[in-house]
T-cell receptor
Framework: KAGVTQTPRYLIKTRGQQVTLSCSPI?????VSWYQQTPGQGLQFLFE???????NKGNFPGRFSGRQFSNSRSEMNVSTLELGDSALYLC?????????????FGPGTRLTVT | KNQVEQSPQSLIILEGKNCTLQ??????????LRWYKQDTGRGPVSLTI?????NTKSNGRYTATLDADTKQSSLHITASQLSDSASYIC???????????FGAGTILRVKS
């Protein structure tokens, strides 16, 4: 079974631009969660989508948004990029809600904002 | 406030030695507790997941223990290898599985 895939793996953007990251979960998984990880920081929860609905949301500004499609694939969007948005963005999928089922993480997208 | 605290922040050990990482949490009641291993620049990989009723769980050279009364968990690594060098993250899920609380992680370096 293929694992969680994320595209692109690396991205360089300029401050003020917007970016869209994509995540394809493991086949059959209905929950997709997104996390931000910066150097020296732990994993910061962005949001979780389950069956195309946002189930949970972390404490991030409205510039961060996401969605999930009927095939469970998910995208997250960051508008008006700031230097502080430079981070590793991780996506994780689980069979059902992440709190109750094991999560499988993708390799991440490394975003650099200049 | 639900928190997960890990100690030590970082650790250096010699190859072949054992080590124990600690996780203290305040999430209560909770559904499950997880340990992940994250290699630099990669996504975390699950090592163990324990429900509140489990006391110990092993995955090869990794053994996690859980004391729900004292709200403590530990991850014991036996006969460490260079490939064990990574960040180890403790995660606790609340009772209803609505929220995962992440610890900041322990950075382990195994040297030869």
């Amino acid at each position: 079974k293929a694992g969680v895939t994320q595209t692109p793996r690396y991205l360089i953007k300029t401050r003020g631009q917007q970016v869209t990251l994509s995540c394809s979960p493991i086949s059959g998984h209905r929950s997709v969660s997104w996390y931000q990880q910066t150097p020296g920081q732990g994993l910061q929860f962005l949001f979780e989508y389950f069956s195309e609905t946002q189930r949970n949301k972390g404490n991030f500004p409205g510039r961060f948004s996401g969605r999930q499609f009927s095939n469970s694939r998910s995208e997250m969007n960051v508008s008006t990029l700031e230097l502080g948005d430079s981070a590793l963005y991780l996506c994780a999928s689980s069979l059902d809600p992440a709190g109750s089922y094991e999560q499988y993480f993708g390799p991440g997208t490394r975003l650099t904002v200049t | 406030k639900n928190q997960v605290e890990q100690s030590p922040q970082s650790l250096i050990i010699l190859e072949g030695k054992n080590c124990t990482l600690q996780c203290n949490y305040t999430v209560s009641p909770f559904s499950n507790l997880r340990w992940y291993k994250q290699d630099t620049g990669r996504g975390p990989v699950s090592l163990t997941i324990m429900t509140f009723s489990e006391n110990t769980k092993s995955n090869g050279r990794y053994t996690a223990t859980l004391d729900a009364d004292t709200k403590q968990s530990s991850l014991h690594i036996t006969a460490s290898q260079l490939s064990d060098s990574a960040s180890y993250i403790c995660v606790v899920s609340d009772e209803y599985g609505n929220k995962l609380v992440f610890g900041a992680g322990t950075i382990l370096r195994v040297k030869s």
